[in-house]
């Protein structure tokens, strides 16, 4: 089976993190024989969309993971923000016909949730982004 290659977008928001999550990112991709071929950090999960269909453009790329937590907030920011991401995510996986596994932790997240979540979410945004790179197209 050949190797693909993919790429990881990481929010720098909580960059303490958000590296674990890198870390742990790294190693289900090698598990899963998927080659990292690009590391892009953002500001945060506003700007991951764009960030995505940049690397979706170019033909190495396979697919790609999103890193990163949206945090609960005094207001409604957090849930638009989700939502919103998770949209454009979506809008992109069809546009391109490549897939993204989402590893970001929220919207609404609590400080004290974050920290037992960061392996998890990291882990299973590979192995979806796995599984759907090596679906079978019928």
């Known amino acids: 089976m050949d190797t693909k290659n993919i790429a990881l977008v990481v929010g720098s928001f909580h960059k303490k993190e958000a590296e ?3 870390k742990a990112a790294y190693q289900t991709a090698k ?6 071929l690009k590391e892009i950090w953002i500001p945060g999960s506003y700007e991951a969309p764009l960030a995505l269909k940049r690397l979706m453009m170019k033909h190495e790329i396979d697919g790609a993971a999103v890193l990163g937590i949206i ?16 949209d454009a995510i ?42 759907m790179i090596d679906l079978p197209i019928w």
Do not use: D, W, Y
């Open 31 to 36: 598990e899963c024989n998927l080659n990292v």
């Open 71 to 86: 945090e609960r907030g005094e207001t409604k920011h957090g849930m638009v923000m989700g939502q919103s991401v998770s």
């Open 90 to 131: 979506i809008s992109l996986q069809l546009e391109f016909m490549k897939p993204i596994g989402i590893g970001i932790i929220g919207p609404e997240v609590l400080p004290e949730q974050i920290n037992v979540r960061l392996i998890p979410h990291a882990q299973n945004a590979i192995k979806a982004l796995k599984t």
């Open 20 to 22: 674990i999550m890198l």
